[in-house]
């Protein structure tokens, strides 16, 4: 789905001027928010690796093991960046008709190219149980065990932990939080709402 990309200047200089807000492309939205996700990690990974030695050596193997953490993603997020950077957009301009632009739109959500991330597994797993409000970790993550292959190119689906899930879609936006299970009782666990906001845009 096409949105506007968000920024409060803009909305400003639409309101007082009336002029309409073009949308924006979903490809090039993916190439900004996967820089941004590079340079995150970036700056992760320099934060990292400039915590000075403590002598403990318990310290210094957590220090490694972030550093390989945040080195993977950054690694996967840099190609990534070059994948969305050599496909073309989808082939529709502006003089198509309406019903020719819905039907590239269309075509765009379901482009075969598209990735299918561990947002997109967990969304799959709350389809299948009728899309309930939330779900807690450790349900999500006994349903992501009975997936084939691999969460993120990390780990197998079989060898998911409700940490290790945390870690693969702490990068997406998408985090854990208390969610109510009956009149007094609460788990952590994952809002429906959190993970479809942190769902990648189409990258056709």
Avoid at 3 to 21: K, N, R, V, Y
Avoid at 84 to 97: E, M, V, Y
Avoid at 180 to 187: D, E
Wanted: hydrophobic fraction near 35%; glycine fraction near 6%; charged fraction near 20%.
């Amino acid at each position: 789905m096409t949105t506007h990309f968000s920024s409060g200047l803009d909305d400003l200089t639409a309101a007082l001027t009336g002029f309409e807000i073009p949308q924006e492309n979903p490809h090039h939205r993916a190439i900004v928010d996967t820089y941004r996700r590079v340079q995150q990690l970036n700056a992760q990974l320099l934060t990292v690796a400039g915590d000075g030695p403590t002598g403990c050596l318990a310290d210094t193997h957590e220090q490694l093991e972030q550093l390989s953490d945040v080195l993977i993603l950054r690694v996967l997020a840099g190609a990534e960046l070059t994948r969305l950077l050599s496909i073309p957009c989808c082939p529709h301009t502006g003089n198509d008709s309406e019903q020719d632009a819905a039907q590239a739109e269309a075509d765009c959500r379901s482009c075969p190219q598209a990735e299918h991330t561990i947002v997109h597994a967990c969304l799959d797993v709350f389809a299948a149980h009728s899309d309930p409000d939330a779900m807690s970790s450790a349900d999500l993550t006994d349903r992501l065990r009975e997936l084939p292959g691999m969460a993120e190119g990390r780990w197998s689906y079989a060898e998911l932990t409700p940490h290790r899930l945390g870690r693969l879609l702490a990068p997406y936006g998408a985090r854990s939080c208390n969610i109510r299970v009956g009149p007094s009782y609460q788990l952590k666990g994952y809002l429906r709402s959190s993970l479809q906001a942190a769902l990648p845009d189409c990258s056709c």
